[in-house]
Each structure stands twice: as structure tokens, then as C-alpha cells.
């Protein structure tokens, strides 16, 4: 059991249990890169290479991996891929895509695009808002991913600089849709983080956002999208 976090001196820390608690300083471990202390910080089996990894953006505006086969390393994934830097602040998400058999993160850009790295036994990377024609992530936006299990697709959402909900989504090419527009749901406030998952319960997937009017909106898809608000809801 792992848990991975950036310290105030800017290195990734790792708590690990074996029975007891233990702490790695993964960056010292590694000599790689210190961290933006803005950085995302994400963690994920990447079952393509048979590793543990863990990604963050470095001081360097670079997407960087740790990865564990045994041993600790680390990988400049931007220096890799020739891929854009990172927008400030930018956060992550990864998911592994059982479509393209392939291990996938997205973060944003220094030109407030969606940019996609992906390995499928090497590292490549994608402009995911190019190659649709999606419209520009907002600066502060969120950014959330899943597999959607219902619709047979993988999908990234993010805030676009009109506040909509956008999803990017693959389904052996990529697309793009306007979720706020296609629901009426509210606009997302500055800086709402976002989060996805597939409810299990009622067997649909569900985005959730903060709204301009600071209620928790949702967004959720059984063949179609809809909209509910959560806070009023449940008040």
C-alpha cells in the first residue's frame, strides 16, 4: 500500500506499508527532478511495462515519471516525447485505456490545450485538443478521466475557457462534446476541480463539478448525459 505526495522541499515522498509504515524520499532516491510544489501528483500500475509509477510535473514545467520494476527510476516523459510543457498549476489524470491497450495521461499545456501521453511499449504523445478541434482549457482548469463502461469509450473532461464542462473522448478516434451545452447544466465556477467516476449503483458514469452558483453539479450518462444538482438535491 502506497501513498505518494510532494513535500515542502519540493521532492516526491512515499509512505509504504509492509506491515509497518515505512517512508522513501523517491526523489532522492532517484536524483530526479524536484517538483513544482503546484504540480498534480498521480499514481498508477502501468500494466503495459509491469511497473509502479508515479507522475508529476517537475520545476521544469516537464511531465516526469518515477517508475518501480524492483527498483526505483526516473524518466523525463516531455524530454522523451518532445511533448509541450506544462502549463503553471496544470493538474494530471492517468488511466490505463483498454481500447488502445495503453497507458494514458493528460495534463495541459502552456497553450491551454489537452496534451495526451501515451505507451504502448514506448512513450508517445498526442494534442488531444488539436486533433479535435476542441475549444482551449481554461488556465485553472480540472481535469478528470474514465473509462466509460456504458458508452464502450475512454473520456477526459475538462473546463474550457467558455466555463462548459468539455469531454474529449476515444472511441478508436478521438471526439469532442460539450456536456454543459448539451444538458443546460450551470457553468462551472473559476478553478472547480473535477472528478469521474462509473457508478456501479446505478450503473452510469458521473462527472461532478463546483457551479457558479458554488452548488455541486453532476453530470451523469446512461446512453445519454443529464444534469442534477447535488446540493439542492441533498440540501
Given amino acids: 500500500m502506497d501513498v505518494n505526495y ?14 509497518t509504515w515505512n517512508k522513501s524520499d523517491l526523489s532522492s532516491l532517484t536524483g530526479a527532478p524536484d517538483a513544482s510544489l503546484t504540480s498534480g501528483i498521480k ?11 508515479v507522475y508529476y510535473i517537475g520545476t521544469d514545467q516537464h511531465v516526469h ?17 518532445g511533448a509541450l510543457n506544462a502549463i503553471a498549476g496544470s493538474p494530471l489524470t492517468v488511466l490505463h ?7 494514458e495521461l493528460e495534463y495541459i499545456g502552456t497553450d491551454q490545450h489537452v496534451h495526451l501521453l501515451f505507451y504502448d511499449g514506448l512513450w508517445h504523445t498526442e494534442d488531444l485538443t488539436a486533433m479535435t478541434g476542441a475549444l482551449n482549457a481554461a488556465a485553472n ?14 473520456e477526459v473532461h475538462y473546463i474550457g475557457t467558455d466555463q462548459h464542462i468539455h469531454t474529449l473522448w476515444y472511441n478508436g478516434t478521438w471526439h469532442v462534446a460539450d456536456l454543459t451545452a448539451i ?9 472547480s476541480p473535477l472528478t469521474a467516476v ?3 449503483i446505478t450503473n452510469t458514469v458521473e462527472v461532478e463539478y463546483v457551479g457558479a452558483d458554488e452548488h455541486v453539479h453532476q453530470l451523469w450518462y446512461n446512453g445519454l448525459w443529464h444534469t442534477a444538482d447535488l446540493t439542492t438535491l441533498a440540501p
Fill in 6 to 19: 510532494i513535500g515542502g522541499d519540493a521532492h516526491v515522498h512515499q509512505l509504504w506499508y509492509d506491515s
Fill in 43 to 53: 499514481t498508477a500500475v502501468n500494466s503495459n511495462a509491469g511497473s509502479m509509477e
Fill in 65 to 81: 515519471a518515477l517508475w518501480f520494476d524492483g527498483a526505483w527510476h526516473t524518466a523525463d516523459l516531455t524530454a522523451t516525447t
Fill in 97 to 103: 485505456d483498454p481500447l488502445a491497450n495503453t497507458m
Fill in 141 to 154: 482548469s480540472g481535469l478528470a478521466s474514465e473509462v466509460n463502461t456504458i458508452g464502450n469509450s475512454v
Fill in 183 to 191: 444538458t443546460g447544466a450551470p457553468n462551472a465556477v473559476s478553478g
Fill in 198 to 200: 462509473v457508478d456501479t
